[in-house]
């Protein structure tokens, strides 16, 4: 099986910063892409940040110029850099990885469970 577990979450003041990391192990082949996503209380899961494999990264506006995906492919790893942070950026965040298991025709789509941010102000 496949898992993604995510790291990095945590209570920091508006205008701080935070780095979240999220590691996929189990037979995986190949990934195609990696992103993460955020749930904010009463609000829907919207995408913050993607990053295809060999692809271009796409940002939710919201965090444009503040928030910087990476990834290091070696290690299946995906991190996110939060700069500027704002009360507004308080949620859960997930990871997502788009990937190809080991001995599989079809790519499947994996979550992991998800790390708290919170900002005050």
């Known amino acids: 099986q496949v898992q993604l577990v995510e790291s990095g979450g945590g209570l920091v003041q508006a205008g701080g910063s935070l780095r979240l990391s999220c590691a996929a192990s189990g037979s995986i082949f190949s990934i195609n892409a990696m992103g993460w996503y955020r749930q904010a209380p009463g609000k829907e899961r919207e995408l913050v940040a993607t990053?295809?494999?060999?692809?271009?990264?796409n940002y939710a506006d919201s965090v444009k110029g503040r928030f910087t995906i990476s990834r290091d492919n070696a290690k299946n790893t995906v991190y996110l850099q939060m700069n500027s942070l704002k009360p507004e950026d308080t949620a859960v965040y997930y990871c997502?990885?788009?990937?190809?298991?080991?001995?599989?025709?079809?790519?499947?789509?994996?979550w992991g469970q998800g790390t708290q941010v919170t900002v005050s102000s």
């Open positions: 997502n990885a788009d990937l190809l298991r080991a001995g599989s025709i079809n790519t499947e789509n994996y």
């Open positions: 990053m295809p494999t060999g692809g271009s990264t």
